[in-house]
Every structure is written in structure tokens, then in C-alpha cells.
């Protein structure tokens, strides 16, 4: 029987993280999730070691892929900077993973990966140019030019949307990500329900609104709630303003929307498509469509798949060189 090749592809971000066995067709062949807690390399090895126990007969594993919300040395795979899961900020995590496994390890940041994965089995096969953004506990971005990632950090979510706003994670202030994203929501829903703001929120989790999550306030804004609303609609106007930051400068032929917030696209997307069309060149703006991931919460780990696939077939085609002319090519 032929040997089949697949990969391990963990997304690691601020609130969970996801690790999948993925064939070389870029089919799910077994993933699994769970918390990042307190100690997500703990949590990351476990996952990979239960995902490597699960890998089907007949499968071999070619590398194993991570893609992480964060600034990466993609040389050393080394965690830059995490913002939002400050314990892998200045971590090896390519060598951590790979003396635990003996897998070649490839780490990548996970809106680049994400953009990776749809352009490879999602909403990006039929563009050249679009632009991926993460919408979750942070914001993230990942841009596809001429077909291929731009290797940049295109932290999106790290760009100044008003220079008198909030502190950002990052140290910067006014980032949109302080306005933007689930953590942003979070907060000022709680900051809301602490000066007794009237909400259906206040009976949830007996109480507790430190509990609260962004699933929460867009199913009390589904009941009407006047307060979940408004915040799901200005943290949309503020992605809006990113978004229009994005077309004006880059003219992408897609942006494609993934994560966790986009369960609250008829509120929150919507309001951000409303403020983008008022603030992007209407000449831009009409070229550009605004659309949702086909791949959903397996975007990343389908693009992390797809690199180290990319990185094996490159490293045969170097072997092949090598061996036919006795020398590196």
C-alpha cells in the first residue's frame, strides 16, 4: 500500500488552540481543541503528542506546522512577541516542538497562515490579491499578492485608528485592536455593566459580568438587548475604519473575514461594511468584495499544513538538483 503524507498544524491564539492532522488533499483527517490557559506550550504539546497517537495506518507525518498570534522569526521559529499570550513572547517554540517530536517544525503567524489556507482550499482560490483578516481575541492580517503571501507582519490590528484611544497590549494606544476585537467588546461591556447600565447581560453567569463573553453579547443583542447592540455596532464602525485603511492603501481584490467574531456578521460586519464604503475611495471601495472565510476556524491550521507541504516538495526538488548535478543549485 502506498504511503500517504500529512502534517500536524496547531493554531495557537489568545483564548484556544487548535491542533490538526491534515492530509496532503488539505482534508481534516482528525483536529482537536482546548484552552489556552495559563500555560499554552504545555497545552500545545500535548495536543500534538494525542494528534500524532490518533494519525491513521498507512499515513506518514511530513512536519508539523504552527501558526501563532504573534511577531515571528520564521529562520529560528522563534515567538518575537505575543501580545496576547505573553508566555510565548522570546520562546523557541520551533526547537521546543522539534526536540520533543523530531519533526522538522515550521512557525508562521497565524493570519499569515490563515491566508495561506484559503488561498490554498478556500475563499481565496479564485483571487490573486486579497487581504486575510483574524477576528478574535486580537486582529490579525495576512496579504496574498500576485497569488503568493506577502512575507510582511501585517499587523492590521497594530495600526493606529485614533491616537488619543486606550492602551493597546502592544504598548501603542488608539490600535484598533483596542476597539475592534473580542477583548475590546469584552471590556466595555463590562466597564458598561459595572456603572449599572441597564442590560440583559446583568443576570448572566449569576451575575458575574467578568464571565462574559462575545458570544454572550451578540445573543443578548439577537433578544434586542439596546446596550450588546450598540457595542457590537461601534466596535464594527471601528473595524470599518481599518478595513477602509486597508482598501485605500492596498486596492486588494477581497478582503476574507475569519474567527470568532464573525458569528455576529449581521451586526458587527455589517456596520464595519457600512463605515468602510463611507471612508475607502469609491473607486476602490467598488472593486473590492468583502466576503467570509470558506475554511472558517481550520483556516490556519490548512495554510500551516500547506507550508510545511510547500517546504517539503522544495527541499525534494533541491535533493533532485543536488543529486543530478553533484551540487547545491
Known amino acids: 500500500m502506498a504511503v500517504k503524507h500529512c502534517s500536524i498544524a496547531g493554531d495557537i491564539g489568545g483564548t484556544n488552540i487548535r491542533v490538526a492532522l491534515v492530509a496532503d488533499d488539505f482534508s481534516i483527517l482528525t483536529k482537536l481543541k482546548e484552552p489556552s490557559g495559563s500555560d499554552p506550550l504545555a497545552v500545545l504539546t500535548r495536543l500534538v503528542g494525542d494528534i500524532l497517537d490518533k494519525r491513521p495506518k498507512g499515513f506518514k507525518v511530513c512536519g508539523i506546522g504552527l501558526a501563532v498570534a504573534g511577531i515571528i522569526d520564521k529562520s529560528s521559529g522563534t515567538v518575537l512577541r505575543a501580545p496576547n499570550i505573553q508566555s510565548l513572547s522570546g520562546l523557541g517554540l520551533g526547537n521546543e516542538i522539534m526536540n520533543k517530536f523530531e519533526l522538522p517544525v515550521f512557525v508562521e503567524n497565524d493570519a499569515n497562515a490563515a491566508a495561506c489556507g484559503e488561498k490554498a482550499a478556500g475563499a481565496g482560490r479564485d483571487f490573486d490579491d486579497f487581504v486575510m483578516l483574524t477576528l478574535g481575541t486580537g486582529i490579525g492580517g495576512g496579504i496574498v499578492a500576485g497569488g503568493r503571501l506577502i512575507p510582511v507582519a501585517a499587523e492590521i490590528g497594530h495600526t493606529t485608528i485614533n491616537m488619543s484611544g486606550p492602551v493597546c497590549g502592544c504598548g501603542n494606544s488608539g490600535c484598533l485592536e483596542t476597539y475592534a476585537s473580542a477583548t475590546a467588546i469584552i471590556g466595555n461591556a463590562v466597564a458598561a455593566l459595572e456603572k449599572d447600565t441597564d442590560s440583559l447581560m446583568k443576570n448572566l453567569h449569576n451575575g458575574n459580568t467578568y464571565k462574559i463573553s462575545a458570544e454572550d453579547i451578540y445573543n443578548a443583542a439577537l433578544e434586542g438587548d439596546p446596550l450588546a447592540r450598540t457595542l457590537l455596532r461601534d466596535a464594527g464602525r471601528s473595524l470599518g475604519i481599518g478595513i477602509a485603511n486597508i482598501i485605500n492603501i492596498l486596492s486588494p481584490q477581497a478582503i476574507i ?35 467570509p472565510s470558506a475554511l472558517g476556524d481550520d483556516a490556519g491550521a490548512v495554510g500551516m499544513a500547506a507550508l510545511v507541504f510547500e517546504q517539503k516538495k522544495h527541499c525534494r526538488a533541491k535533493k533532485t538538483r543536488r543529486d543530478r548535478t553533484g551540487k547545491d543549485a
Do not use: C, M, Q
Open 257 to 291: 473575514l475569519t474567527g470568532g467574531l464573525l458569528g455576529a456578521w449581521n451586526i458587527y460586519v455589517e456596520a464595519a461594511v457600512i463605515e468602510a464604503s463611507k471612508r475607502a475611495l469609491p473607486e476602490l471601495y467598488d472593486r473590492v468584495k468583502i466576503i
